[in-house]
């Protein structure tokens, strides 16, 4: 069955960056886009960015372009996001989201990781 | 930034129909075919419940059904019921390659 597995949650001082990890299984890893969405405590969806495991291409949000970068490591069958100088905004759970056909629909979703960015 | 604007909160009685609009979804200039619907249920990853703006995934009750009017695009949940509490988002295109969520509505069953 698909199943996306997301690495445990972090805990970073503002100014850190940070990695979270979101492993595939049950599918052709080339063959799906992935997107990655986060969610304040409280707060609504944020999308932040997509990856093609099989081109390697990359979109991102305009709010938050320049810090994030999605990549892939297709042995593995993950997909990174990393994001960089964190401050206490982006204190989140972040998921990440199988594209069914390419058209913004997420049809599998990754369990969540808690990213708290304290001092 | 595109915006997608939904009513914070939404209630029905049981049986009854319930809307929820989500206004700009347009505005970057997608189609209905961008457009996807999402519930969520307290401390649980969002679940799609419409793609390609009306169709259902498999699994997906037919209570649920999609519709659009100028630049907004609605979910009607039909014959409400109390496991259809949750929180629903849309989504849709924000320029090429991009994507936003709506501001999130919270259907109570009452």
């Known amino acids: 069955q698909v199943q996306l597995l997301q690495s445990g949650p972090e805990v970073r001082t503002p100014g850190a960056s940070v990695k979270v990890s979101c492993t595939a299984s049950g599918y052709p890893f080339f063959k799906y886009g992935v997107s990655w969405v986060r969610q304040a405590p409280g707060q609504g969806l944020e999308w932040m960015g997509w990856i093609s495991p099989f081109t390697g291409n990359t979109y991102y949000a305009e709010k938050i372009q320049g810090r994030v970068t999605l990549t892939t490591d297709t042995a593995a069958r993950t997909v990174y996001m990393h994001l960089t100088s964190v401050t206490s905004e982006d204190t989140a759970v972040y998921f990440c989201a199988r594209e069914m056909q390419g058209y913004g629909d997420y049809d599998y979703w990754g369990q969540g990781s808690l990213v708290i960015v304290s001092s | 930034q595109s915006t997608l604007t939904q009513p914070a909160s939404v209630s029905g009685s049981p049986g009854q129909s319930i809307t929820i609009s989500c206004a700009g979804a347009f505005s970057a200039g997608g189609s209905f075919t961008l457009v996807s619907w999402y519930q969520q249920r307290p401390g649980q990853a969002p679940k799609l419940i419409l793609y390609?703006?009306?169709k259902r995934p498999s699994g997906v009750s037919d209570r649920f059904s999609g519709s659009k009017s100028g630049n907004t695009v609605s979910l009607t949940i039909s014959w409400l019921q109390t496991d259809d509490e949750g929180d629903y988002y849309c989504c849709s295109s924000a320029g090429v390659g991009t994507y936003v969520f709506g501001s999130g509505t919270e259907v109570t069953v009452l």
């Open positions: 390609e703006g009306d």
